[in-house]
């Protein structure tokens, strides 16, 4: 699991979501949570849930189930409404805004 985080962005080499700093709604969307606005903290937990969701780490009886329903909550979900949200909803306008510029993000955040 790694999340590359900077200024405007948020990756995940895990799920296809992405957040983006909105800075006309003084906030960021992440592509899992549209009509959304969240600050940066809770941007960075909507996406370890997305992250922790594209795999078999996002269901009831985990290890991970705990901090799953823990992150979920700060986020005014439920655990099972947080993992079907981020697993099953498609990534959106984010991701395709971010593709759209031809593949610089992935190779800048690598630098």
Same mark, same amino acid.
């Given at each position: 699991?790694? *999340?590359?985080? &900077? $200024?405007?962005?948020?990756? #995940? ?10 800075? +006309?709604? &003084?906030? =960021? /969307? !992440? #592509? ?8 940066? &903290? ?6 370890? *849930?997305?992250?922790? #969701?594209? $795999? +078999?780490?996002?269901? /009831? %009886? ?8 823990? =992150?979920?909550?700060?986020? %005014? *979900?439920? %655990?099972?409404?947080? !993992? ?7 990534? %959106? +306008? *984010? &991701?395709?805004?971010? /593709? #759209? +510029? ?8 690598? $630098?």
């Amino acid at each position: 699991m790694t *999340l590359t985080i &900077n $200024d405007t962005t948020m990756t #995940s080499d895990q799920t296809p979501h992405t957040a983006r700093h909105a800075p +006309d709604q &003084n906030g =960021w /969307e !992440v #592509s899992w949570l549209p009509g959304r606005t969240l600050d940066r &903290n809770s941007a960075i937990t909507a996406m370890i *849930l997305a992250d922790t #969701s594209a $795999d +078999d780490r996002g269901r /009831e %009886g985990h290890r991970l189930w705990p901090h799953i329903q823990g =992150w979920a909550a700060e986020l %005014g *979900l439920t %655990g099972p409404a947080a !993992v079907a949200g981020a697993a099953s909803q498609p990534p %959106g +306008d *984010l &991701n395709r805004e971010h /593709e #759209s +510029d031809g593949g610089r993000l992935g190779r800048e955040a690598a $630098d």
